[in-house]
């Protein structure tokens, strides 16, 4: 299935090195023919590449400002780690007054639809709706990588829209009774600390059409925003208190739930070994998880410009002065549900056929107990298994590993040395020892030539995937 991801590869930046694919949460990066490779059905678009390439070729697409002039109307949707981008003196009621401007007519706080998915979630936690453990749906490259790696999980994800895409409908909503204007005159535009949520506009894998019209970086609002704030005639427009905005850093949404007897877990490589223990039922006592694909939250979003940790006291101290959140109207929250089911993703199967599928696995698993276990990342394949699963796919040979290369390569000049020196004594060599002399001879010639080239010859085979 074609899905779009906002992350994407300058493949002249890339030097080819290894940081990538160390950090891939789905393995879905390799390095060939000296390039990084982005395998997309495995993408989630998390940003963790993005976040460790040194060279800077991972990068997000993200809308620019010039996408305002296609509606007569804009409307800012800003995640509420944008607040923590300023010092505890820039008051969310601030960021909000310097929105209005840069360019956009109005402002909607995610932080405030964040507010009514706690209440919505408190609500069918009291009813004992929920499944157990119920795993939260605001994090979009969380609920990607269930799809992708965890799919015996998906049924425990909690089918509520996330913050971004209620704050949108919420939005739109109001703009259309204030000015008039129908849908399509009408920007709606999400300030985005990550990639994902770019992806999850896009490529929804909850609604059928997100109601937001597309997501600008907190990084491109954050330079303009620095001109404006210090002069800006500040207005009341902040209605988020606490609650909604302290979603931006990890655990705000677990303190909204109400419950004590909750997980909190940031960081991709932190996430897949919680998940990994609910998918083998040891969590079972657990209500509610909070999963986060970056640091600390939101607030350690790849898309944002301050530092997490000083981010994350900035919301701390903003949140606090805020004040408590008002009760929210849940006269329509039972409407903030998925509109379509999740369906698990075929990315890490080996196979449509289960037999066959079960055959390449056992391949696998051979091939694995020959290789060095070194998860060096040399051959550009993220670990020893993931190489031998590149070669029973086909698109990689057991020499693209450098030990067993070198072993490959010792193998064969001792046998050559050894038909050679029979010649050298004089002894002459048979017509078998003279074609067997020449077979060694072109592997040789093959892995020097494989070895130069980057081992290239098989990118062609990983464009199917």
Known sequence: MAYYHSVTLDKDRCRGCTNCIQRCPTEAIRVRGGKAKIIKDRCIDCGECIRVCSSRAKR???????????????????????????????????????????????????????EYISALTRKKLEEGSLPQPAISSACPAVVRLITVRFPSLID?????LEPMEVAARMARREAKKKTGLSDDKIGVFFITPCPAKMTSIKA?????????????????????LLGVLKNVKT???????????????RGGESYGTGLQNYIVVDGIRNVIPILEAMEDEKLNDVRFAEFSACPLGCVGGALNVANSYVSLNNIKNIAEKAGASKPANDEDTDKFVFEKDLVASDAMNLDKDLSAAMKKMEEIEKMCETMPQFDCGACGAPSCKALAEDVVRGFAEETDCIFIMRERVRKITQELYDISKKYNEGRGMTDEEMIRAKELSGQLLELEHRQQSGYNFNVAEMERY
């Open 60 to 114: 997000a697409v993200t809308d620019s400002f010039d996408i305002l002039k296609n509606f007569e109307y804009n409307i800012a949707l800003p995640a509420p780690a944008l607040y923590g981008q300023f010092g505890s003196d820039i008051t969310a009621d601030k960021v909000l007054s310097g929105l209005t401007e840069i360019g956009f007519d109005d402002v909607f706080e995610v932080a405030r639809a964040a």
């Open 235 to 249: 207005k009341n427009l902040a209605k988020a208190g606490f609650e909604g905005i302290s979603w931006a850093r």
């Open 156 to 160: 425990n994800i909690v089918n509520f």
């Open 204 to 224: 929804s894998i909850a609604v059928n059409k997100s109601a937001v019209s597309g997501a600008i970086s907190v990084n491109d609002v954050y330079l303009r």
